[in-house]
């Protein structure tokens, strides 16, 4: 007997007064990573020019090093924009490193109050806060023995990591950006994580905290390379991009239901 199988892609919400919230868009971002920089006056002009919208850092951790993290909800954006900047004559002079390239996409869990502001607002609004210049990036992968849990057993594993994740926000120390990057990854990793906050110290120390967690001592396969950046340039935070006159705002199936 064939079996059917029925494919929605949609984000999902919690319900909201009584109807339920979907929404077929999400937010893509990418870190791009440069070595060489010797001029990030130039770079900084060439991006403002450019239009689009995300930060520059300035490595940490290579004194000639800058970080390109772009963002859009069209995809397309990276193959074009973004690509007509990173092969513009500032850029081009640079090494990338695409060890440390990192593409992900903003995701829902199901629960969220408000789905929109969560897949499209909340992330823009995080790294382009002009008083959170501090940034760390890493990657990570699961083991596949954290799939073969039951799904009560993972709802709780992923529970504790998420409360210590909200402590430190709630204590405007460390906000946290989750990004899925299944199948996006050359290296087959699972989930993208920004950890933004006006101080370096806070993030390193969440990022100590979650290892006593069972998700990370456990079901961790890999994490990293770490990207430690200090934001050069932030490209103001603009509603309209996220709800105004987008791409998807003609398309109902794109909207959530309120």
């Known amino acids: 007997m064939k079996q059917e199988v029925h494919v929605d892609v949609a984000e999902r919400g919690a319900d909201r007064g009584g109807e339920k919230q979907t929404l077929n868009r999400r937010l893509f971002m990418q870190l791009q990573v440069f070595s060489g920089c010797l001029e990030p006056a130039a770079l900084v002009a060439d991006v403002e020019r450019s239009g689009v919208e995300g930060v520059l850092y300035q490595d940490v951790n290579d004194p000639r090093g800058i970080g390109l993290l772009g963002m859009s909800d069209d995809p397309a954006f990276f193959v074009t924009t973004q690509r007509d ?63 073969q849990l039951e799904q009560k057993e993972q709802g709780a594993i992923v529970g504790e990591h ?70 050069l340039w932030q490209s ?20 959530s239901n309120r």
């Open 236 to 255: 103001p935070y603009s509603r309209e991009l996220d709800t105004g006159s987008g791409r998807n705002k003609s398309d109902g199936r794109n909207q």
């Open 85 to 147: 900047l990173l092969n513009s004559t500032s850029f081009r002079t640079l090494t990338h490193r695409p060890d440390y390239t990192m593409l992900g996409r903003t995701y829902s869990s199901g629960y969220e109050r408000d789905l929109e502001d969560w897949l499209l607002c909340r992330p823009r609004r995080t790294v382009l806060n002009p008083q959170w210049k501090w940034a760390i990036w890493y990657p990570l992968r699961r083991s596949g023995t954290f799939a």
């Open 162 to 231: 998420a409360a210590i994740g909200r402590a430190y926000g709630e204590a405007d120390l460390a906000h946290d950006i989750r990004l899925a990057c299944h199948g996006m990854d050359a290296r087959d990793n699972e989930f993208v994580i920004g950890l933004i906050g006006a101080d370096l110290h806070p993030l390193s120390h969440i990022v100590q905290a979650m290892r006593k967690t069972q998700q990370t001592s456990q079901y961790i396969q890999s994490m990293g390379p770490f990207f430690v950046g200090h934001a």
